[in-house]
């Protein structure tokens, strides 16, 4: 097994490791993916440590820090590979996108998409309301649309 456009290998789960980055990255894209905790980059089989309490902590950071909430589009498990066990987390696409970070919002620092090997900041057009005028069931929604460009992180 490889890393691929689906598969994302992490030796470990820290706190530095931006696993909702990785989760939203994969929700985002067409087609989900699996990331493997206990598994370095080069496909060696490390293991865990403590495989329960990093099951947890997993699904505590996924429920936790990503909008809308993608409860019922992952799922966290255990499974042996090389006879040692690791942590898989099986992420579903869905239709309700964008996901992102919360504190972040619909920006770049926020939104993340799977390609290749590698992650996109997700680029959005981020809306303005100016004004809404709602007299005898008219409306009129003025619009101004920014964008940001696009940026590749790898």
């Known amino acids: 097994m490889t890393e691929s456009n689906r598969i994302e290998f992490k030796r470990q789960l820290t706190k530095e490791l931006d696993i909702e980055r990785e989760v939203i990255a994969f929700l985002n ?7 493997y905790i206990g598994i370095d980059d080069e496909g060696k089989t490390v293991g865990v440590k403590d495989i329960d309490a990093d099951m947890l902590k997993i699904k ?3 429920r ?5 909430s993608p409860m ?11 006879g040692v066990q690791v942590i898989k987390i099986t992420i579903a696409s ?3 996108k964008p996901y992102y970070k919360p504190q972040y919002g619909m920006s770049p620092r926020g939104c993340f998409i799977h390609f290749s090997e590698n992650f ?3 680029v959005l057009p981020i809306a303005k309301q100016e004004q809404i005028n709602d007299t005898n069931n008219d409306t009129t929604d003025d619009t101004n649309i920014d964008t940001i460009k696009l940026t590749y992180r790898q």
């Open 29 to 35: 894209y067409r087609e989900g993916g699996s990331i």
């Open 94 to 96: 869905e239709t309700e």
């Open 120 to 122: 996109i900041r997700l």
């Open 64 to 68: 936790m820090g990503i909008s809308p």
């Open 72 to 82: 019922g589009l992952f799922d966290v498990q255990t499974e042996r590979i090389d």
């Open 60 to 62: 505590d950071r996924i």
